[in-house]
């Protein structure tokens, strides 16, 4: 066997161990979604941006740090904003409320821009 032969038998073979092990942990890795924290955020069109910047620059925190963490979107209308959070379970959705991430981080920086109080709802998800 050629030398060429050797070593394309030899990349694919290390190429499809990775693929393996991404596959693999790619779904073990997955977190089921069982719980939604909503937060509706009253927003004047001119400080949309910058609570946006809010939004992009704590959502990698949130889904390292916070314990059951599983997505965290932005939703926008004409009317609000929402950051639906979602996580394994109800318990930990209420839980990151107390988080010194949210009280000490999200909220202060959110706060100059609120044009009144947010509107939190916690949700649970039907599974049949």
């Known amino acids: 066997m050629n030398l060429k032969r050797k070593l394309s038998i030899g990349i694919l073979s290390v190429f499809a161990v990775v693929s393996l092990l991404t596959l693999t942990s790619m779904t073990t890795d997955k977190k089921e979604t069982k719980a939604y924290l909503e937060i509706t955020l009253d927003i ?3 400080n949309r ?3 946006a910047g809010v939004y992009i620059k704590y959502k990698q925190p949130f ?8 997505s965290k979107e ?4 004409t009317e609000d904003v929402q950051v639906l959070h979602g996580f394994e ?3 930990e959705a ?8 949210f009280e000490n981080d999200v909220v202060r ?3 100059p821009f609120l044009a009144s109080d947010p509107e939190i709802r916690i949700y649970s ?3 049949n």
Do not use: M, P, W
Not at 63 to 70: D, E, P, R, V, Y
Not at 94 to 101: E, S
């Open 63 to 70: 889904l390292k740090q916070i314990n059951g963490a599983t």
């Open 89 to 91: 379970s109800e318990e």
């Open 74 to 77: 932005l939703l926008i209308r």
């Open 94 to 101: 209420k839980a990151y409320l107390t988080t010194k991430l």
């Open 109 to 111: 920086e959110l706060k």
């Open 44 to 46: 004047k069109d001119e």
């Open 125 to 127: 998800v039907f599974k």
């Open 49 to 51: 941006g910058s609570a």
